[in-house]
């Protein structure tokens, strides 16, 4: 990733995105996401080829007074990890660029490659859920 794009997925991230930890499942621990809302679905079919995310349309109630919206997500644990390293640096809103920087910094030192979870490991991924979302 160019260093120009990084700082201009950062700032639609800053303005329209959202850095969170979700889950896929129901029965299993969160995993970060990056997810970005827009009306305009040419800026995110362009982020699309930059970032491998999938978009969604959403339902629009009342068309008369809304546009149709879109929202870009960003699931994939690589991937997701991958764009926080080059964005981090340029994302100006603190509460994103400090939710980056725990994921980078503790995600994969509190989860498992197999994931499988020891007591000790599930109570380090339980304090860092909570300690992502006190953000």
Do not use: C
């Amino acid at each position: 990733m160019k260093d120009w794009e990084a700082a201009y997925i950062a700032g639609i991230i800053d303005g329209e995105g959202s850095i969170t930890l979700t889950r896929m499942h129901e029965k299993e621990h969160r995993r970060p996401s990056i997810t970005i809302a827009s009306t305009d679905k040419e800026l995110l079919i362009y982020l699309q080829t930059i970032t491998k995310g999938t978009i969604n349309n959403k339902k629009n109630y009342n068309p008369q007074r809304h546009k149709d919206s879109y929202t870009l997500n960003i699931k994939n644990k690589e991937t997701v990890l991958f764009i926080l390293k080059y964005v981090t640096p340029y994302l100006r809103v603190d509460k994103k660029r400090n939710r980056a920087l725990l994921i980078l910094e503790n995600y994969e030192k509190v989860t498992p490659r197999n994931g499988k979870y020891n007591s000790v490991l599930l109570e380090k991924k339980i304090a860092f859920e909570n300690s992502f979302f006190q953000i």
